[in-house]
């Protein structure tokens, strides 16, 4: 299954130490998990009360992130995290204190809460997004170059919207990004939206990029890692929600947008790549979840790594290949 066909990843990265593990000889899933997983515990550091949905990049060699840590008054924090091999990682214990970047940050933008954090680099740095409290939750902007320093920028959108999700690349001349309009609640609908900003900070051109279907996608969507450019198309890996009878459940599957217009599907696919089965994945603070926020991508061995967050309370791996992921999407694509 992992021979390589004419694909080819665009502007990707090698990553000969990329974080892996073969796929079981027992398993013919497109995807599998990691045996070592949960690879952070909910009490990694001191203040932690649990540690989940977290976004991981390269970095010198090794990797960082930036991680959400809810403390033990059950806060929503950022905190920065470094790993020498992306399995064994070491987290700041004091969350991350952003600089403004400007004296209005100061004055409009105070901190209520701060989650489910995305990283990419972008240009000349690292850009962070994140469902940024104010006055509900919308999408907090800053960047970093060091992973020591952060800087706020202005948020991007009004309240109330999650899961912003930036693309790796300007589009057209355009920063672009993904996100969720919401509401201030647990939000039983969402569909995914692109907008696009000529300096990261005025958004406009809106346009619908898709919306529930059915089964595992029936409650919502949202933007997960950050877009993989691929000669296919954008390959974006989203989360999908149902409702059962015992609340929602969120799995994780896989779409291809367009490269020149990402509000366009090319294809989506109807089965989910990944759904909650493993115990923690089942049992934690929200039970029955799997929320991705970031994936590595080696573009000389087509492997790809996607950290998720299990069940609210724990960080886990899951690996696979870009080309089985999309030759999936196509094959199960939504009629």
Known sequence: MTQKTSLSIINGTSLPNIPWEERPHISGAVMWRSQ?????????????NSIFNSAVVPYQGGYTGVFRCDNKSRVMQLHTGKSPDGFKWTIENERIHWQPANQKITEINAFQYSYDPRVVWLEDRYYVTWCNGYHGPTIGVGYTHDFETYYQMENAFLPFNRNGVLFPRKIKEKYAILSRPSDNGHTPFGDIYYSESPDMLHWGCHRFVMGTTSGWQATKVGAGPIPI????????????VLTSCNGFVYSFGAALLDLDEPWKVIYRGEPYLMAPQAPYERTGDVPNVIFPCAALVDSETDRITVYYGGADTVVCLAFGYVHEIIDFVKSNAIK
């Open 36 to 48: 070592r997983n949960p690879i952070i515990p909910q009490d990694l550091i001191p203040s932690s």
């Open 229 to 240: 450019e691929t000669s296919e198309g954008w390959l974006l890996i989203y989360h999908g």
